[in-house]
T-cell receptor
Framework: DTEVTQTPKHLVMGMTNKKSLKCEQHMGHRAMYWYKQKAKKPPELMFVYSYEKLSINESVPSRFSPECPNSSLLNLHLHALQPEDSALYLC??????????FGPGTRLTVT | KQEVTQIPAALSVPEGENLVLNCSFTDSAIYNLQWFRQDPGKGLTSLLLIQSSQREQTSGRLNASLDKSSGRSTLYIAASQPGDSATYLCAVTGTASKLTFGTGTRLQVTL
């Protein structure tokens, strides 16, 4: 099983809402990642978890809050987002420093 | 800071043609290089992974080469098909498992 799943596929939220994105993998990977991708741009790294501990935060605003409850799950909690946060949010996993496998993404629209 | 550039930014070829996509990176201290395919609004599909000690990898009609010392990689697609139309991204893995993406090449294969 080389699949990374993400839910929901699409999300529309207002600027005062609180929502969460979910990512799951069952490949035994111990590194998990969140990326943000704007239209016609490459993905940009947001967070890296290694062995369930946050190892990299690419200076992401605190309205994005990651969480890794166990080795298979990665969440991204969203609160008080801005319209410019609308993007495709991608999750990935890997054995550390090896090939990264990406999920299909969550298309987020902030109104 | 690692910078990854892809040339050309867009390419249109007739079906059946062989083609080459180029990727260059500024910092040769990499663990590996991956080539991805992305269809519009979708996640990333890993095509090939080349470890830093390798020179090339092949999968079906795809062949990727890596010249780490000169900071270059190429993706060769043989006998292109309309189903190959997508955006192709190269990405290098540096320290702390950070993946830095190139700017992408949008490929269209016409009938």
């Amino acid at each position: 099983d080389t699949e990374v799943t993400q839910t929901p596929k699409h999300l529309v939220m207002g600027m005062t809402n609180k929502k969460s994105l979910k990512c799951e993998q069952h490949m035994g990977h111990r590194a998990m990642y969140w990326y943000k991708q704007k239209a016609k741009k490459p993905p940009e790294l947001m967070f890296v978890y290694s062995y369930e501990k946050l190892s990299i935060n690419e200076s992401v605003p605190s309205r994005f809050s990651p969480e890794c409850p166990n080795s298979s799950l990665l969440n991204l909690h969203l609160h008080a987002l801005q319209p410019e946060d609308s993007a495709l949010y991608l999750c990935a996993s890997s054995r550390t420093s090896y090939e990264q496998y990406f999920g299909p993404g969550t298309r987020l629209t902030v109104t | 800071k690692q910078e990854v550039t892809q040339i050309p930014a867009a390419l249109s070829v007739p079906e059946g043609e062989n083609l080459v996509l180029n990727c260059s990176f500024t910092d040769s201290a990499i663990y590996n290089l991956q080539w991805f395919r992305q269809d519009p609004g979708k996640g990333l599909t890993s095509l090939l992974l080349i470890q830093s000690s390798q020179r090339e990898q092949t999968s079906g009609r795809l062949n990727a080469s890596l010249d780490k010392s000169s900071g270059r990689s190429t993706l060769y697609i043989a006998a292109s098909q309309p189903g190959d139309s997508a955006t192709y991204l190269c990405a290098v893995t540096g320290t702390a498992s950070k993946l830095t993406f190139g700017t992408g090449t949008r490929l269209q294969v016409t009938l």
